[in-house]
C-alpha cells in the first residue's frame, strides 16, 4: 500500500534555528498537507498546498512558517526561526482529491 | 471550522469487552466524518469514514461507526476488543467545501489482557 513518507523521525534544535521537515506523498496524490499535534493536546490543522499553492492556512501558520514542493515529489515544511511553543508531531498528509487522506508517521520536533 | 469533541479522554478496559467512544461536531451541513487510529509509535491510519448513504459505517479491525444527522454524532463501536487495540483514536470531520480535517482531542484506549 503506498505511504508518505516523513524525514527525519525526529529532530531537536535550538531556539531560534530554522528547520526544514521533509514529506514524500503519494506519487499520484494532488493535494498536501501539513498538520501538528502538541504533546496532550489535538492534532492541529496547518496549511493545504494544491496546484503549487496554499489553499487554506491556519492561524498557527503564520511568517515563520512556509511550505515548499521543490521538485514534484517532496513537500516541505520550513519554520524560520523556531520557539520552544513549536516543539510537537508534525504530521503530513495527502489526498487524490480533497477528500480521502494519507498520514505520514510524522516527525517529532523538539526545540531546546 | 468544525469543533470536534470526544466525550473519553481515557478508556480502560479488558479485552471482550464492548467499546463505545463518543464524537460530536459543532454544526451541520454536509460533512464528511473519519475515524483514525494512532498506535504507540505510529502513523495516524484511517479506521473508517463516512460520505454519503447507510449512516452505519464499517471500517477495518471490525470497528463501525454511526452517523446520527440529527445529534451532530459518529460515534465509533466494537462489540468485543482485543489487547491489540489498545491505541489512540481520533475522531475527525470536514465540511465538505473545506479543505481541512478538525479533529477531536483523541480518546487513549487501554485494553488489559
Known amino acids: 500500500e503506498p505511504e508518505v513518507t516523513q524525514t527525519p523521525s525526529h529532530q531537536v534544535t535550538q531556539m531560534g534555528q530554522e528547520v526544514i521537515l521533509r514529506c514524500v506523498p503519494i506519487?499520484?496524490?494532488?493535494?498536501f498537507y501539513w498538520y501538528r499535534q502538541i504533546l496532550g493536546q489535538k492534532v492541529e490543522f496547518l496549511v493545504s498546498?494544491?496546484?503549487?499553492?496554499?489553499?487554506?492556512k491556519s492561524e498557527i501558520f503564520d511568517d515563520q512558517f512556509s511550505v515548499e514542493r521543490p521538485d514534484g515529489s517532496n513537500f516541505t515544511l520550513k519554520i524560520r526561526s523556531t520557539k520552544l511553543e513549536d516543539s510537537a508531531m508534525y504530521f503530513c498528509?495527502?489526498?487524490?482529491?480533497?477528500?480521502?487522506?494519507?498520514f505520514g508517521s510524522g516527525t517529532r520536533l523538539t526545540v531546546v | 471550522a468544525q469543533s470536534v469533541s470526544q466525550h473519553n479522554h481515557h478508556v480502560i478496559l479488558s479485552e471482550a469487552a464492548s467499546l463505545e467512544l463518543g464524537c460530536n461536531y459543532s454544526?451541520?451541513?454536509?460533512?464528511?466524518l473519519f475515524w483514525y487510529v494512532q498506535y504507540p509509535g505510529q502513523h495516524l491510519q484511517l479506521l473508517l469514514k463516512?460520505?454519503?448513504?447507510?449512516?452505519l459505517v464499517k471500517g477495518i479491525k471490525g470497528f463501525e461507526a454511526e452517523f446520527i444527522k440529527s445529534k451532530f454524532s459518529f460515534n465509533l463501536r466494537k462489540p468485543s476488543v482485543q489487547w491489540s487495540d489498545t491505541a489512540e483514536y481520533f475522531c475527525?470531520?470536514?465540511?465538505?467545501?473545506?479543505?481541512?480535517?478538525?479533529f477531536g482531542a483523541g480518546t487513549t484506549v487501554t485494553v488489559r489482557a
Open positions: 498528509a495527502s489526498s487524490p482529491n480533497g477528500y480521502g487522506y494519507t
Open positions: 506519487s499520484n496524490h494532488l493535494y
Open positions: 498546498f494544491y496546484n503549487n499553492e496554499i489553499s487554506e
Open positions: 454544526y451541520g451541513g454536509t460533512v464528511n
Open positions: 463516512y460520505f454519503s448513504g447507510d449512516p
Open positions: 475527525a470531520v470536514k465540511d465538505s467545501n473545506d479543505y481541512k480535517l478538525s
